[in-house]
């Protein structure tokens, strides 16, 4: 167990000597983060003008409770608006991080124009994703709290299944359902091992992530207790801060996986990556 912990403080160190080293990789997830908003305002702005919400609770009021038909749809739109920019900057970052393992000095530019050559799998690989949500809302609603724990279980094993299918989908240019196969069977192979680097990077984000908090909630109580401008000024730099800290903490995520891809699909160590961790880190599972 020790050696595991080991190895994935080991793997975060290297994605962050590689992030270091590539600091123009972190625009991926920032254009990612502006595109997430424009998608969250092109939905809200309409909802908000447009839907007699007076008329809508009573909607729901005749129909037990449940939403309308037509919501689903909505969500389904959003579902995929949003998948679709987050594959697609993901995709782009991917592209980058494996051209850096196998020796080359991508650019920004390169990583756009690798996933735009993969527009028809990341469409796809959203269509799959915003059904899935949908689908899995439904269950939720299904029943109160029996439902809230069935969706929280088919979505974590849904998150686990499809773990490594954009990296996938970027290297091996497949459709969906043949990228979550490869996906299953690579996991299967290395008998979940592939997610020890994740477990000990999101320890450490978490460690980062106190210090952030805790300005937060400083700047919240001087703009509570009447000292408007200090807490003002601390929530700025706070928020600079978290911003900083998000598209950081995505960087490093994507990158690890495009690592650990790389090794558990056909065993080379990308580069930055030490060999031994990497063998550590993917145990062959037992016969």
């Known amino acids: 167990m020790f050696t595991r912990m080991s190895n994935g403080f080991a793997l975060v160190g290297s994605s962050w000597r590689v992030l270091k080293r590539d600091k123009h990789l972190l625009w991926f997830p920032i254009v990612s983060g502006i595109l997430f908003v424009l998608v969250v305002a092109s939905f809200l702005v309409p909802l908000a003008t447009l839907v007699d919400w007076a008329g809508y609770e009573q909607q729901m009021k005749n129909n037990g409770g449940k939403p309308p038909v037509w919501t689903y749809a909505v969500a389904f739109g959003f579902y995929f608006c949003t998948y679709f920019t987050m594959i697609f900057c993901n995709a782009a970052l991917l592209s980058c991080t494996f051209m850096r393992y196998n020796g080359q000095n991508p650019t920004v530019g390169d990583g756009f124009r690798a996933a735009m050559a993969r527009l028809p799998q990341i469409f796809a690989w959203a269509l799959v994703s915003a059904t899935v949500g949908v ?153």
Do not use: C
């Open 135 to 287: 689908l899995l809302k439904l269950v939720e609603q299904a029943h109160e709290k029996v439902g809230e724990f069935v969706a929280s279980v088919l979505g974590t094993a849904w998150s686990i299944m499809t773990y490594f299918v954009v990296p996938i989908m970027v290297v091996e240019r497949v459709g969906p359902f043949e990228a979550v196969g490869r996906s299953v069977k690579l996991l299967t192979r290395t008998w979940g091992e592939a997610l020890t680097g994740h477990l000990g990077l999101n320890f450490v984000l978490f460690l980062v992530s106190i210090p952030i908090i805790i300005l937060l909630v400083v700047g919240f109580y001087f703009l509570f207790t009447g000292a408007t401008a200090i807490g003002a000024a601390v929530l700025i730099v706070g928020g600079v801060l978290l911003l900083i800290y998000m598209a950081v903490s995505s960087a490093l995520h994507t990158i690890l996986l495009g690592a650990v891809y790389q090794y558990a699909a056909d065993g080379r160590v990308p580069e930055g990556f030490d060999e031994n961790v990497m063998a550590g880190a993917f145990a062959p599972r037992a016969a």
